[in-house]
């Protein structure tokens, strides 16, 4: 069987998603983000191949394994403050506090895997009241709790201090350059590959099936005259007769030669069809 050949962003998005989640729910959010269905066990050799680590063990949810993102300081601070908070809010007082980004789903599948209940159904049943309606804020927190909230207030106008505007870079731990397009959103919409975004604003969104690839294999190279559009099949036989160098003129070569290789293929299955 091929090796499957995933893109830059795939691989960019289980490297994000991956701390503190088990590989069946990485599998699971793979496939709903891109429309795919590969197993626990694809996403088990996509993190071998990219020294992937999601810091736990076990099985999965119902294992309350060891989990090295959620320290036990983090560990505190949910177990004080998860009753009565939905997933999205809980995460963004985690994020704030302790100066990370974790997604909405990680948190979500620390709380069932240790059975942490928030008390909330996800929706107000129609008349419900809110449960601090009408009440002062000492009525439903205790003062401890109350002094604990201070740490995440922001003062008006006050920007976090890992804030980031629009336009900023980083490198991921593959090497890509990130670069934020927009201020809100998840985090992987909200910071984007660079040559992605490049490609796109001159010739529209890479097509399914296709990936990009740099011209000189220098990932922080993200010139337009520097990538080129190529279809996963083309890539699997260049990858496959081992043609690529860091010389660009080789390299479009290796292009074409991938592009015949392919036809020949296909003129071959064909041939054998008939």
């Known amino acids: 069987m091929a090796r499957l050949i995933y893109t830059e962003e795939q691989i960019a998005y289980v490297r994000e998603i991956a701390p503190g989640t088990f590989n069946r729910e990485i599998a699971a959010l793979f496939n709903e983000r891109f429309d795919t269905n590969i197993t626990a066990k694809k996403i088990t050799a996509l993190k071998r191949n990219h020294n992937i680590t999601s810091g736990t063990r076990g099985k999965g949810p119902g294992k309350n394994p060891p989990n090295k993102i959620f320290t036990d300081e983090i560990v505190a601070f949910i177990n004080q403050h998860y009753k009565g908070i939905s997933n999205t809010g809980l995460t963004k007082m985690i994020n704030k506090q302790f100066g990370l980004s974790l997604e909405t789903d990680q948190v979500k599948n620390y709380k069932n895997r240790n059975g942490l209940d928030s008390g909330l159904k996800g929706y107000f049943e129609k008349g419900q009241p809110p449960v601090n309606k009408g009440k002062k804020q000492t009525e439903y927190m205790s003062q401890e709790a109350i002094e ?127």
Not at 152 to 171: A, D, H, L, M, W
Not at 214 to 235: A, V
Not at 241 to 263: D, F, H, Q, R, W
């Open 148 to 274: 604990r909230t201070k740490a995440t207030r922001f003062q008006k106008g006050q920007p976090p201090i890992n804030y980031r505007p629009v336009g900023s870079e980083r490198y991921d731990k593959d090497g890509y350059i990130m670069v934020k397009v927009q201020e809100k959103g998840r985090h992987q919409d909200r910071w984007r590959l660079k040559h992605s975004v490049v490609w796109e604003k001159a010739n529209g969104p890479v097509p399914s099936g296709y990936v990009l690839m740099f011209l000189d294999q220098d990932k922080t190279n993200c010139t337009i005259d520097n990538l080129r559009l190529i279809s996963r099949s083309d890539l699997v036989r260049i990858n496959q007769n081992g043609l690529l160098t860091n010389e660009p003129s080789l390299n479009e070569v290796a292009i074409t030669v991938g592009k015949m290789l392919t036809k020949m293929g296909e003129l071959q299955k064909n041939d054998q069809s008939h």
